[in-house]
């Protein structure tokens, strides 16, 4: 190979690689929204723009004084949502969801956290 061609080789590997870096799911969406004020939900869910690995997907529901509220996650047929019920009437306070979430084409594990407050 000449030295031009191996250069552009490179940039061509280098483009490529960086392009599967940057394809990471994102939260997009969550119900109820970030930040709202809400009557208590039946559902949470929390929404992608890509697919998931299901077996590394979940997420935790905790009031303001950290106190865990037992739920079951699961995740869409889409593979794009994950979401889970309380397993009791969520209470008038404040709710922060923990989310960690594993995406299908790479595997790249994402978290992070959602608050809402029930009225």
């Given at each position: 190979m000449t030295p031009r061609a191996l250069i552009l080789a490179a940039l061509a590997a280098s483009a490529l690689v960086a392009g599967q870096a940057s394809a990471h799911a994102k939260l997009?969406?969550?119900?109820?929204?970030a930040n709202a004020t809400v009557a208590?939900?039946?559902t949470v869910s929390l929404t992608f723009n890509e697919k998931l690995a299901p077996a590394f997907s979940t997420f935790e529901i905790a009031r303001a004084?950290?106190?865990k509220i037992p739920v079951r996650?699961?995740?869409s047929r889409d593979r794009k949502t994950v979401s889970g019920a309380p397993?009791?009437?969520?209470a008038a306070?404040?709710?922060k969801v923990t989310w960690r979430?594993?995406?299908a084409d790479d595997g790249h594990r994402m978290d992070g956290i959602v608050t809402f407050t029930v009225k």
């Open positions: 997009v969406a969550s119900d109820p929204a208590a939900p039946k004084d950290g106190v996650t699961t995740v397993r009791d009437r969520l306070g404040a709710y979430v594993a995406a």
